[in-house]
């Protein structure tokens, strides 16, 4: 019980290694000194100490004498490294930490911690600072880079042409379904709110698709533009069973009948074994109005939108792929 109570030091330790780069300097650089750690970061060596001394024992470093280094785990902390959760962790001390205190408010009235503490909903603060909507497209790249490792091995999107991307952010997970699907023909959009939408210009230039990946900005909730494909990666958790209702319903006004959408979420499995899905619905409970859902709560979503769920694909990741059709 203690571990658990004393949790959220452990992630602000965690948050301190990330956002000074210590597991930056460590994995591009080697080992080093405390001294010289503390020097390059800026950081007073004593307390930098105890903040490794804190964390070694729970493998994000290794010691050697006066030498410090990072462990495999700890290492995905560092801003290059190939699975990097640098901006994930910057994320969420800096914008769901504090909002977490009014947790307690959440379960007595039902309104997200984040309204109260930040006195309006999250994307809505999002969207007043361009360094922190910026932030959280980074995390969200982190995310899909990182936790989605492996779930699109060996899959073949349905077929059609033009391949919606709707809440897109960056368009990784667009990218990503393209090259992998090796047909020429087919052509993208990426689809977010125009604050967001110019994040996906250097990624789709960078991944040589500027040609067949088109950039819209708008907002999902009123319309969205008209494709064979829809995904909707990470979309729908964030959102109450009502406001999902109505980002369906714009994809339903826009789609001819047979248009296929793929829902790339998690699905809550029965039972009390530990899952990564699980823990992640405590997010949404205290800073948005969505939730993680089961299976057959996502069945029943999509009927009422008018879309029949073909089959639920499991990954290689903690997450699965819906796919649905329009009736």
């Known amino acids: 019980m203690m571990q658990l109570m004393t949790g959220f030091q452990i992630s602000q330790a965690v948050y301190v290694v990330a956002?000074?780069?210590?597991?930056?300097?460590?994995?591009?650089?080697?080992?080093?000194?405390?001294?010289?750690?503390?020097?390059?970061?800026?950081?007073?060596?004593?307390?930098?100490?105890?903040i490794v001394r804190t964390l070694a024992p729970l493998g994000v470093f290794s010691t050697e004498g006066e030498l410090v280094s990072i462990t495999p785990i700890g290492?995905?902390?560092?801003?290059?490294?190939?699975?990097?959760?640098h901006a994930f962790a910057r994320l969420w001390m800096e914008t769901h930490y504090l909002p977490f205190s009014e947790l307690i408010h959440t379960v007595r009235s039902g309104e997200p911690a984040c309204n109260k503490y930040f006195g309006e909903p999250l994307f809505e603060w999002l969207a007043r600072d361009s360094e922190r909507e910026a932030l959280f497209s980074q995390a969200m790249a982190n995310l899909t880079s990182t936790l989605r490792t492996g779930m699109f091995d060996g899959y073949q999107l349905p077929p059609g042409r033009v391949v919606a991307d709707i809440g897109g952010s960056n368009g990784s997970v667009l990218i990503e379904l393209l090259h992998r699907d090796g047909d020429p023909t087919r052509r993208g959009i990426v689809f977010d709110r125009p604050t967001v939408i110019s994040n996906a210009e250097s990624s789709v230039a960078a991944a040589g698709l500027t040609d067949r990946i088109e950039r819209i900005g708008g907002d999902f909730f009123t319309a969205v533009p008209k494709a064979d494909i829809?995904?909707?990666?990470?979309?729908?958790?964030?959102?109450?069973?009502?406001?999902?209702?109505?980002?369906?319903?714009?994809?339903?006004?826009?789609?001819?009948?047979?248009?296929?959408?793929?829902?790339?979420?998690?699905?809550v499995p029965p039972g009390d074994e530990p899952h990564f899905i699980k823990a992640l619905d405590l997010t949404m409970l205290g800073m948005l109005t969505g939730k993680e859902r089961s299976e057959y709560e996502y069945r029943e979503l999509l009927a009422t939108a008018g879309f029949t769920l073909d089959r639920v694909v499991a990954t290689a990741s903690p997450f699965s792929i819906l796919e649905a059709t329009r009736d």
Do not use: N
């Open 19 to 50: 956002k000074l780069g210590v597991a930056t300097i460590l994995e591009q650089d080697g080992p080093k000194t405390v001294a010289e750690l503390a020097t390059r970061t800026e950081a007073a060596p004593e307390a930098l100490a105890r």
């Open 75 to 85: 290492a995905t902390l560092s801003e290059t490294h190939s699975q990097s959760l």
């Open 230 to 267: 829809y995904v909707l990666g990470f979309i729908l958790h964030d959102w109450s069973d009502e406001e999902s209702r109505r980002i369906l319903a714009a994809i339903a006004s826009a789609a001819d009948k047979g248009a296929r959408v793929l829902l790339i979420e998690g699905v």
